[in-house]
Nanobody
Framework: QVRLEESGGGLVQAGGSLRLSCTVS????????MGWFRQAPGKEREFVAA?????????RYVDSVKGRFTISRDNAKNTVYLQMNSLKPEDTAIYYC?????????????????WGQGTQVTVSS
């Protein structure tokens, strides 16, 4: 069974940066499309970013993070990253990484078969 573990969350001031990591164990990481989602208190889970399988040549982002967040992957380390710059209070949420075991990298949560437990990101104003 594929397992995902996020790390890198924390408390940061507005305008600051964080880098989230998600390490995948078991399975063949390079074959998976990977995504990041987030859920703020009282809100539905929201797509943040996704990266295609293999070399990760295709990425996509929700409009609210374009130009501020960057998703990347290191297949040698079985890890996907989310670099978050110019953070805003509205970025506060629990961030989850997810794996599409069929290699897709869509923006809908139901497309992803495996999920991590999440890491808290809090941005203070």
């Amino acid at each position: 069974q594929v397992r995902l573990e996020e790390s890198g969350g924390g408390l940061v001031q507005a305008g600051g940066s964080l880098r989230l990591s998600c390490t995948v164990s078991r399975g063949t990481f390079s074959r998976y499309g990977m995504g990041w989602f987030r859920q703020a208190p009282g809100k539905e889970r929201e797509f943040v970013a996704a990266i295609s399988w293999g070399a990760g040549g295709t990425t996509r982002y929700v409009d609210s993070v374009k130009g501020r967040f960057t998703i990347s992957r290191d297949n040698a380390k079985n890890t996907v990253y989310l670099q978050m710059n110019s953070l805003k209070p509205e970025d506060t949420a629990i961030y989850y990484c997810a794996a599409d075991l069929f290699g897709n990298s869509g923006s809908m949560g139901y497309e992803y078969e495996s999920w991590g437990q999440g890491t808290q990101v809090t941005v203070s104003s």
